[in-house]
Structure formats: C-alpha cells, structure tokens
C-alpha cells in the first residue's frame, strides 16, 4: 500500500517559526492535508492543497508541495504555545482507492 | 449541528468479550470510516462505507465487523475482543474526497 512518513517530535520556542515535513510514496495523489489533533480530541482540519499547486497561504500557515519529491511541509509563523499538538500529514489518492492515508503524526511542542 | 458523534467515550472489555461502537453524523455525508490510532502509528482505516447499505474493507478489518443500515450511522462490531485491540478509535464522515470530519475518539482498553 501508500506510505506517508513524518518524524515523531519537533520543538520550538514560542514565537519562532515551526517546519513540519511529511514525504509520500502515491504518485496519484489529488489532495493533501494537514490535521491537527489536540489531547484527548479527534482530528481537525487545517489545510489542504490540490496536487498541481506548489504553495498555499492561509494567515499563519504556508503549505509547500514538491510533486517531484513527494515532498509536503507545513511551516507555522510565530508558533504559541497554543500550536502544541500533534500534527497528522495525510493524502488522498487514486492508488489509495481514494482513502485518506495517514502519517504517523508529529507531536509539535512549543516552549514559551 | 453536532457533527460526528461516537458513543461511548471511554470502554474496558475483558478478551472474549464484544461490544459495539456506535459514529452518528447529521451532516448528510456519503462516506463514513473507521480508524484506529496507536502510538507512532496514525491513524490506520478499519473499514469504511461509500453509502448507506455498502461497507468496504480497510488496511486492517480483521478482527472487526461493520454495518451501515442508515445513512447516517456506522457501526463497528468487535465480536470477541482481544489485547491487541486496545486503541483510540476514531470515526470519520466526508462527502466524497473532501474535508472529512471525525469524532472525538473511543478510548478502548481489552483486559
């Protein structure tokens, strides 16, 4: 099946910028997402961008894809300490059956 | 509007023993899943339904049992616990390939 791998951990200080990346292996992705999960809570959308845009802008959050690497980040400008939570990376693909597959999630913890 | 709601919150079965989890979505949605989640793991998709009256099998149905009689619930059947069946378990709703939309989880512990 898909894979989609992420590192386990990041930390930060509040205030810096915070870079999380996620690599895939579905050549046929069609859309990719960015979750967060907050303790104790399910998964809530952040973003997402279509595979034929590069980047996406949404205030605080820029999303980069690199098609021809596979290669998707989620960058947070002036990370708070209300960002800690772990992240999921997940994309959406016809090699898939069109089922969301996750990563196994990056645990982002801001230090004030 | 409630969204996704999974009832119970919180179980603790003894091995041998079934349950079921019951997802309820108000939102109209076609697809409904299930994932389980483990530590270092994601999220992993038991089974999953396109619409009312049709289930699918995910990356890791066994052990599981599913049934979707009304479009908006989708039950998941543990017939006869095991250890290894202690996860988080999440439910999802979405219409089509779009946002989907989870619950806020099962805590499930099999003794």
């Known amino acids: 099946g898909e894979d989609v791998e992420q590192s386990l951990f990041l930390s930060v200080r509040e205030g810096d910028s915070s870079v999380i990346n996620c690599t895939y292996t579905?050549?046929?992705?069609?859309?990719l997402y960015w979750y967060k999960q907050e303790p104790g809570a399910g998964l809530q959308l952040l973003t997402y961008?279509?595979?034929?845009?590069d980047m996406k802008q949404d205030q605080r959050l820029t999303v980069l894809l690199n098609k021809k690497d596979k290669h998707l980040s989620l960058r947070i400008a002036d990370t708070q300490t209300g960002d800690s939570a772990i992240y999921f990376c997940?994309?959406?693909?016809?090699?898939?059956?069109?089922?969301?597959?996750f990563g196994g999630g990056t645990r982002l913890m801001v230090k004030p | 509007n409630a969204g996704v709601t999974q009832t119970p919150k919180f179980r603790v079965l003894k091995t041998g023993q079934s349950m079921t989890l019951l997802c309820a979505q108000d939102?109209?949605?076609?697809?409904m899943y299930w994932y389980r989640q483990d530590p270092g793991m994601g999220l992993r998709l038991i089974h999953y339904s396109v619409g009312e009256g049709t289930t699918a099998k995910g990356e890791v149905p066994d052990g599981y049992n599913v049934s979707r009689l009304k479009k908006q619930n989708f039950l998941l059947g543990l017939e006869s616990a095991a250890p290894s069946q202690t996860s988080v378990y999440f439910c999802?709703?979405?219409?089509?390939?779009?946002?989907?939309?989870f619950g806020q989880g099962t805590r499930l512990t099999v003794v």
């Open positions: 939102m109209n949605h076609e697809y």
């Open positions: 997940a994309e959406i693909g016809l090699n898939a059956g069109n089922m969301l597959t």
């Open positions: 579905d050549s046929s992705s069609t859309y």
């Open positions: 999802a709703s979405s219409y089509g390939t779009a946002e989907a939309f």
């Open positions: 961008i279509f595979s034929n845009m």
